[in-house]
């Protein structure tokens, strides 16, 4: 990963040109990266606050030859990558929260944002997109941010080297990948579990057709959350915001 670069002291969205650059043709492990984003965007179309030099803005370019029902265990595998690459780097602690949030003492730190491009039954290119609040202090964030997200430099106490934390976070998710490739979803899937908060909690999965409220029991071999209701009816949810009525 990362043989091509794009860096951009500013762009309105990596994950925008990495699309672009996709559908054009780029070679498999393309990396777009900014110093800041002026409409940097989330899942479900959410903005996502993306300040100059205080964090890591970039997507990546992937093309796996693959069904696109896969697709969604690229966000579990980045997640992984991420978590470890934090772990080494910082000396710091992060969970998981199913899907996409990686999160230190319960505040988000980190979103992963995977998108697809597929033709027919077949991938073309995932584009993974990694938002990391890394130099950030707690003034840097907007009044709404401030009790939801967090940063490296917050949790650690001292400000992180970003080109090293990029650094380990292509290198575990290209080892990842080539697991992955190798011996599918299951070894990936093992690491995950060991970050995941939401497993075994009882959770509220709000989902666009509502809200499912259970134990979650695990994910699948595809990365789909299993929930168990009061009533023991497992459900399956692919996409949903996760909260926890506990606390
Ligand atoms: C989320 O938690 O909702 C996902 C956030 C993903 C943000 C990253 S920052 C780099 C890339 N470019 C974007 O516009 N979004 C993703």
């Not at 990266?33 to 989330?42: D, F, L, P």
């Not at 071999?221 to 996409?239: C, F, P, T, W």
Request: glycine residues 8%; hydrophobic residues 35%; negative net charge.
């Amino acid at each position: 990963l990362g043989h091509t670069i794009y860096y951009q002291e500013s762009i309105d969205s990596t994950q925008k040109k990495a699309h672009h650059l996709a559908y054009d043709g780029c070679p498999e492990g393309t990396i777009v990266i900014a110093e800041e984003q002026t409409s940097g965007r989330g899942r479900l179309t959410r903005p996502w606050h993306s300040p100059k030099f205080t964090g890591i803005w970039m997507s990546i370019v992937l093309r796996p030859k693959l069904p696109p029902q896969q697709a969604p265990q690229f966000t579990l595998i980045a997640a992984v990558a991420v978590v470890q690459a934090i772990e080494e780097v910082c000396g710091l602690n992060p969970e998981i929260k199913w899907p996409n949030d990686i999160l230190i003492k319960g505040r988000k730190v980190t979103g992963i944002l995977t998108e697809l491009q597929a033709e027919s039954d077949k991938i073309n290119s995932i584009i993974i997109g990694i938002g990391m609040n890394v130099n950030a202090e707690e003034s840097d964030f907007p009044e709404e941010l401030k009790k939801i997200a967090t940063s490296i430099a917050i949790e650690k106490g001292q400000s992180v080297s970003r080109a090293r934390l990029i650094q380990k976070i292509l290198e575990k998710l290209e080892n990842y990948y080539q697991i992955y490739l190798e011996k599918g979803f299951s070894p990936i899937k093992w690491l995950w579990e060991g970050y995941a908060v939401s497993i075994g909690k009882n959770i509220i999965a709000r989902t666009i057709t509502g809200s499912i409220e259970g134990k979650a029991l695990g994910i699948t071999d595809e990365g789909v959350l299993r929930i168990q209701d009061e009533n023991d009816k497992i459900h399956e949810v692919y996409s949903a915001d996760i909260e926890f009525p506990d606390n």
